[in-house]
């Protein structure tokens, strides 16, 4: 699977993502993420420190954000193929399971269809 379509990467972040992501690895920092395909913590961005996530034959990397793996469960992958993720963070709480959660900001998936009008994008948004 390609990390890019038409030259452009599968998953951004904004540069709000990024500076969060940077603060959690200073506490954890060998992270991965993985996109949630919903029930309890809905379809979240959910960051994982490296040895509490297997990865599985079942995901799909969508590239990396930061230096950091992007994952995907390859049934929602299949349904997101034609859309590019952007992570962000907004206030709230984060995933129960997830690095974020308790620090009064989480992290959010925005997204776009690949190909689509750009004013779609997210001012500041970083690979």
Same mark, same amino acid.
């Given at each position: 699977?390609?990390?890019?379509?038409?030259?452009?990467?599968?998953?951004?972040?904004?540069?709000?993502?990024?500076?969060?992501?940077?603060?959690?690895?200073?506490?954890?920092?060998?992270?991965?993420?993985?996109?949630?395909?919903?029930?309890?913590?809905?379809?979240?961005?959910?960051?994982?420190?490296?040895? &509490?996530?297997?990865? @599985?034959? +079942?995901?799909?990397?969508?590239?990396?954000?930061?230096?950091?793996?992007?994952?995907?469960? /390859? =049934?929602?992958?299949?349904?997101?193929?034609?859309?590019?993720?952007?992570? &962000?963070?907004?206030? @709230?709480? +984060?995933?129960?399971?997830?690095?974020?959660?308790?620090?009064?900001?989480?992290?959010?998936? /925005? =997204?776009?269809?690949?190909?689509?009008?750009?004013?779609?994008?997210?001012?500041?948004?970083?690979?």
């Amino acid at each position: 699977m390609e990390e890019t379509v038409n030259g452009e990467p599968r998953v951004l972040a904004t540069d709000a993502a990024v500076a969060f992501l940077r603060e959690i690895r200073r506490d954890h920092p060998d992270v991965l993420f993985h996109q949630s395909g919903g029930c309890c913590d809905g379809s979240s961005p959910m960051l994982y420190p490296t040895g &509490d996530y297997i990865v @599985g034959d +079942g995901d799909v990397k969508l590239g990396e954000v930061d230096g950091v793996p992007v994952y995907i469960s /390859r =049934s929602q992958f299949e349904v997101w193929k034609h859309t590019q993720l952007i992570l &962000d963070v907004v206030p @709230g709480r +984060g995933g129960m399971f997830s690095l974020d959660n308790g620090r009064e900001r989480r992290f959010l998936t /925005r =997204s776009r269809v690949f190909g689509g009008d750009e004013a779609c994008l997210i001012p500041g948004a970083a690979s």
